[in-house]
């Protein structure tokens, strides 16, 4: 039945091994110098009306193989420095009014076998290493906020979902822009051979008239007869001033004349 805080002398004691005072009243915070009782392997304030947070320098207990400080009213979130008790093989924080997430740092305790953080209001991923893969659903229950493997009756975890999501829509929004660009690519290539082939159509259909050409005497008749008076399907070609035809010659050899407003040569 003892009652009010517990005395600051007490945690100057470096030697003691075994310090149990649960089930009273006792009262009043944590403070940082329980970090000096780093001879102590077993620590019980259980079922007492502690408050405030779990100070970090707990942490320092690296022969503490069991800390009960369940059933308490503390506050804040769970030290990552109890990570760094590697002797620890009993944590029980169980009804308490911690929040804050589970400290991953808690997966490289090797001999942590018994682990209580339920009725708290924890939220985030719980571990899914070291230990915790033989942790059931009692060491976690009563905590709503809590996601993780689905054999912890908890939800599952939103950033595992929304990362696959995610990696959804950045998968669907490259296909969609591979196809844009793809597309784009054959827009372009149809354009510029369109583009290629018409141009030459064009050139072949026009003839420069300042393209030399060599000359051979032959009579204004002579081309009437091999052009069939200047016929439209012996037209090769128009330019700006100038028509040029197709003709056979008596002797057989094909020409082309070209015929101004002015003159017509060969």
């Not at 950033?159 to 296909?175: D, I, L, P, Q």
């Not at 002579?222 to 197709?246: H, I, M, P, W």
Request: with cysteine; glycine share 10%; charged share 15%.
């Amino acid at each position: 039945m003892l009652n009010g805080t517990i005395p600051s002398s007490l945690w100057g004691l470096k030697d003691v091994i075994t310090l149990v005072m649960f089930s009273n009243s006792l009262s009043g915070v944590l403070p940082q110098q329980i970090g000096n009782l780093r001879a102590a392997t077993y620590i019980d304030l259980s079922m007492n009306k502690l408050s405030g947070s779990i100070p970090i320098s707990i942490g320092e207990l690296q022969e503490l193989g069991v800390l009960s400080l369940a059933n308490n009213k503390l506050e804040g979130s769970i030290p990552v420095s109890i990570g760094h008790m590697i002797s620890l093989a009993a944590l029980d924080l169980s009804q308490n009014n911690l929040s804050g997430s589970i400290p991953k740092s808690l997966e490289a305790l090797q001999h942590l076998d018994y682990f209580n953080v339920s009725f708290n209001a924890l939220s985030g991923e719980i571990p899914s290493g070291g230990s915790f893969r033989n942790f059931t659903v009692d060491s976690f229950e009563g905590n709503i906020a809590l996601c993780g493997h689905p054999r912890f009756h908890v939800r599952i975890c939103p950033a595992a979902s929304t990362h696959k999501s995610k990696w959804k829509r950045v998968e669907g929004a490259s296909f969609i822009g591979f196809g844009i660009v793809a597309f784009i690519s054959i827009v372009c290539l149809g354009l510029a051979i369109f583009v290629r082939y018409k141009r030459k159509d064009e050139t072949s259909g026009e003839v420069d008239e300042h393209i030399p050409i060599m000359s051979e005497r032959i009579s204004y008749y002579e081309l009437l007869q091999a052009t069939d008076q200047f016929s439209e399907r012996n037209l090769l070609g128009t330019g700006s001033s100038c028509s040029v035809y197709k003709g056979t010659l008596n002797n057989g050899k094909v020409v082309a004349a070209k015929a101004t407003l002015l003159q017509s040569t060969v």
